[in-house]
């Protein structure tokens, strides 16, 4: 299965913000204003929640079958991980966060195998999830 380009392009484009935020720090921390590592948290932890919810609507279409009721329970489960991993004090939501992300690569492991394997799909969802980990990590490492 082919798929849009526009999928390819709003997903690299969804990592700008991710970069942004520790590419600010590294230049010029000096002009950084102060929510900026709030919003960058907050932004990370609403991508973790909405690609939880992917699996939700991928779960949905086998939702009779067991697998399909797995996937709509770790949907959920990812959602709720990444907002308490919001509610975390920074040095501490970074690393959660990252864990998120981690779960969110292995469940799209299980989604390739058990519910529908799309290989392009899946290939993009690592690489931008390798590309969120390196961030968190930059970020992480600026302290």
């Known amino acids: ?79 709720l991980l990444a907002w308490g991993a919001s509610l975390l004090p920074f040095r501490e939501a970074l690393p959660a966060l990252a864990g998120v992300f981690v779960l969110l690569g292995l469940a799209e492991l299980w989604r390739e195998r058990e519910l529908d394997p799309m290989s392009s799909y899946f290939r993009l969802r690592i690489v931008l999830t390798l590309g969120v980990l390196v961030c968190i990590t930059w970020r992480f490492l600026l302290g």
Do not use: H, K
């Not at 690299?12 to 942004?20: E, M, N, T």
């Not at 909405?50 to 329970?73: H, K, R, T």
């Open 1 to 79: 299965m082919n798929l849009p380009r526009l999928l390819f392009a709003l997903g690299y484009a969804g990592l700008l913000p991710f970069i942004a935020g520790p590419l600010w720090l590294s230049v010029a921390p000096q002009t950084a204003p102060e929510w900026l590592d709030r919003a960058w948290l907050l932004y990370a932890a609403m991508i973790a929640a909405f690609m939880a919810g992917s699996f939700w609507g991928l779960a949905l279409v086998v939702a009779e079958n067991p697998a399909g009721l797995f996937g709509m329970v770790l949907s959920a489960v990812l959602m």
